[in-house]
């Protein structure tokens, strides 16, 4: 029996779909545009918690634009279309298995409340403003070997590796 699910598209658009038990990976995959990660929010007392949202997995990296509806829902900078399903099962418990959504996200009410989140000034400011902050440049900690085996055993932490290179983290 197919999943009910909602396509946030990046422009604010929000359409719902009927998500097939069978392959819902491939249809996902197609959706985002690629790879795809995984987007949940922890807060028991959020009522987000009941969603799970899948984001393409290299957004940021390949400069997808903002999607201000999917990072308002999980208080995080999300970039490109946004597939989200129901997280809970019927006893209200995570189980990482796909559920329907709850039904206050498919109505025309939900709609209107995305379109006015995706063209709210104040949410476009902070969003850009956290998208601008983060650090896509990887980094590379250079460690001897004797280093390294202690940062594998937990013995050694990546500031004290700094430190020990005479570095500034």
């Known amino acids: 029996m197919p999943t009910k699910a909602l396509l946030i598209k990046s422009e604010g658009t929000v359409t719902p779909f009927d998500l097939p038990d069978e392959q819902a990976h491939k249809v996902i995959n197609h959706l985002v545009g690629g790879w795809f990660d ?4 922890y807060d ?3 009522p987000t918690n009941q969603i799970v949202g899948y984001i393409h997995d290299e957004g940021l990296l390949i400069g997808l634009p903002i999607n ?5 829902l999980f208080a995080r900078p999300l970039v490109g279309d946004c597939v ?8 209200g418990e995570y189980d990482g298995e796909n559920h329907d959504l709850p039904e206050a996200f498919l109505t025309s009410d939900f709609a209107r409340l995305a379109q006015e989140v995706h063209n709210d000034p104040k ?5 850009e403003r956290e998208v ?14 004797e280093q390294f085996e202690a940062w594998l055993l937990g013995k050694l932490s990546e500031a004290d590796i700094y430190e020990q290179n005479g570095e500034d983290k």
């Open 68 to 72: 201000y509806v999917a990072s308002a």
């Open 84 to 91: 989200i399903i129901g997280s809970l099962n019927e006893q």
């Open 123 to 127: 949410v476009r400011e902070v969003v």
């Open 38 to 41: 995984c987007v949940r929010n």
């Open 132 to 145: 601008a902050n983060i650090d896509l440049n990887p980094k590379v900690v250079p460690m001897s070997d």
């Open 44 to 46: 028991n007392d959020e």
